[in-house]
């Protein structure tokens, strides 16, 4: 998403939240990181349409001056998604649904390996790291925003994210 | 591939393997957002569930303004209810209604049992003597053995415009009851009035007390009984041994021989007598105190609530501290019953909120 869409959606009347514009720049973000962090494309499908039904909702209580509107609607994605979780036990069972490899184009053989071999890699990722790692590539957010949506520090984001890539890399280069 | 991957490379097909939701999902979800996510039927069913959900769902606003009319509403009862409920009220209604019964009025039977146990027992027209019948009634043959003085005092609330008339009334009662008017003041007009000391026979000190207070309003109403009998039978004993010793004397008299002496028992005699009458005059003092009862009735001129006189702007007002301040008690012990229910619901929901975190938490961490 575009900073300019971004600020459109944060301030697009005097403040107010303009949600079917947060709808629809946020959608396919919103699924994309409750499909990463569940790994299941029906739950996901639930989180996404719960998460939507929420912000709707609670639209009327979005304060822009305590974030944005996107952190604001990943926060009740995620509290959706973390709901999902605990209720179904599924935490476990990760790797049931995996990034959907084949939907991708796979022109390029190195990329197409390169993709198989996150695949596995992400399955390794503690819960966290994955759940970082949907809201920063999957989903799009700041790091900033994803401070905002689990409760920390940017910078502290910016380390863990850091080190996650380690973990990728690694596990990539490893699997070689 | 055997170079290290760096970042950007990862980064990159981290983005390209970005999960893409099935169009059909996207349909609907659109029709869903179009027509402003309408509610789907909840998993668990249950109705509480639902309502909390739509009270979550709620803007605060609207939740504030629910919550304070709904507020205002329960104070607005309970003030009606309360202020419907009001002793004074009922009291004042009371006595528009009926004329206060006899034996609740407190010179009957009840009341003269209460003498027994203490000289000075006193009663109000706030019925805090009316006590089961059999009760007041083995108290009352108790009673009788007595000698109980009672008096009563009754304040009526007139129009002035009827002062005169409820005047006669009041006269016309004590008539009825053979009573006695001692002494009476009477003033019409503004801020006019009547007074009236009465000797009520106290046999029917009931009837004539229930007449009283059917003429118009009753202010108020206090009764009194005196338990003389101490003093009475004191005064017929020595009234029994001072004829006794008159007789003596005469019996004396009549077989003295020596003038002297006859001179000496006359004198005694005659210091007797004065003493017999003295005695006898106490005692018909004493016997009239209790078959005749003190009624003071006092009519004050004034707008009666009874008669429907002029409300005007001071009742209006008067009326209006009234309910404003049941409507603030009310709300002060509301206060009191809701603050510390409010404080603990507070702190019930932030420690859901809490606990609830930690679970959303720890489904990471598991």
């Known amino acids: 998403m575009s900073e300019a869409a971004v600020a459109e959606v944060e301030s697009p009347c ?154 990728l890399r690694e596990a990539c280069d490893g699997a070689l | 591939m055997e170079r290290s991957r760096d970042h950007d490379e990862i980064a990159t097909a981290l983005a390209e393997a970005r999960p893409a939701p099935r169009q059909a999902f996207v349909q609907e979800l659109d029709q869903r957002a179009a027509a402003g996510f309408p509610r789907r039927p909840r998993r668990d069913g249950s109705p509480l569930a639902g309502f909390a959900a739509w009270i979550r769902g709620l803007p605060p606003r609207r939740l504030l303004f629910a919550g304070g009319t709904t507020a205002l509403a329960a104070i607005a009862v309970a003030t009606v209810v309360i202020a419907s409920n009001d002793p004074n009220s009922q009291r004042v209604q009371i006595a528009l209604d009926h ?129 003389i009998t101490k003093p009475t039978v004191t005064a017929s004993e020595e009234l029994r041994d001072s004829q006794a010793r008159v007789d003596s ?14 001179e000496a028992i006359a004198a005694e005699l005659h210091a007797e007598r004065g003493h017999a009458a003295r005695l006898r005059n106490q005692l018909a003092r004493l016997h009239q105190r209790t078959a005749y009862s003190r009624v003071l009735v006092r009519i004050q001129g004034g707008n009666s609530t009874e008669s429907g006189g002029a409300w005007g702007v001071s009742d209006a007002f008067g009326d209006a501290g009234h309910i404003l301040g049941i ?7 509301g206060l009191a019953v809701i603050a510390p229910l409010a404080l603990l619901f507070l702190l019930a929901w932030l420690a859901q909120r809490l606990w609830l975190r930690g679970r959303r938490e720890r489904a990471l961490d598991a």
């Open chain 2, 249 to 262: 004397l005469l019996a004396q008299l009549s077989t003295a021989e020596v003038e002297s002496e006859r």
């Open chain 2, 327 to 333: 409507a603030a008690g009310v709300t002060l012990v």
């Open chain 1, 14 to 167: 005097q403040g107010e939240l303009d949600f079917e514009r947060l709808y629809r720049s946020s959608r396919d973000d919103v699924y994309a990181y409750a499909a990463g962090l569940l790994r299941d494309r029906a739950a996901a499908e639930d989180v996404t349409a719960a998460a939507f039904e929420r912000a709707y909702r609670k639209r009327s209580r979005f304060d822009a001056e305590r974030g944005s509107a996107r952190a604001w609607l990943f926060g009740i994605a995620r509290n959706a998604a973390l709901d999902e979780l605990r209720r179904r036990g599924r935490q476990a069972e990760l790797s049931a649904d995996p990034v959907d490899t084949a939907s991708l184009p796979d022109s390029d053989a190195q990329r197409s390996e390169l993709r198989l071999l996150l695949d596995g890699a992400l399955g390794k990722l503690e819960a966290r790291e994955h759940e970082l790692i949907a809201l920063k590539f999957f989903a799009g957010l700041s790091n900033a925003e994803i401070a905002r949506v689990i409760g920390t520090s940017a910078s502290n984001v910016g380390t863990k994210l850091h080190r996650t890539m380690d973990k």
């Open chain 2, 99 to 227: 004329p206060i019964p006899t034996e609740v009025s407190g010179l009957g039977r009840a009341s003269d049992s209460a003498a027994v146990h203490s000289s000075e027992a006193e009663s109000s027209v706030e019925y805090t003597h009316s006590r089961e019948s059999s009760k007041a009634e083995g108290l009352a043959n108790l009673a009788r053995s007595r000698e109980i003085e009672r008096s009563a005092e009754i304040g009526l609330l007139a129009d002035p415009a009827d002062i005169t008339d409820d005047s006669a009334k009041v006269f016309a009662a004590v008539h009825d009851a053979n009573g006695i008017v001692l002494h009476s003041t009477t003033s019409s007009g503004k801020g006019g009035g009547a007074r009236f000391e009465l000797l009520i026979p106290s046999a029917r000190l009931g009837d004539a007390l229930a007449a009283f207070s059917s003429i118009d309003e009753v202010r108020s109403r206090h009764e009194a009984t005196d338990d």
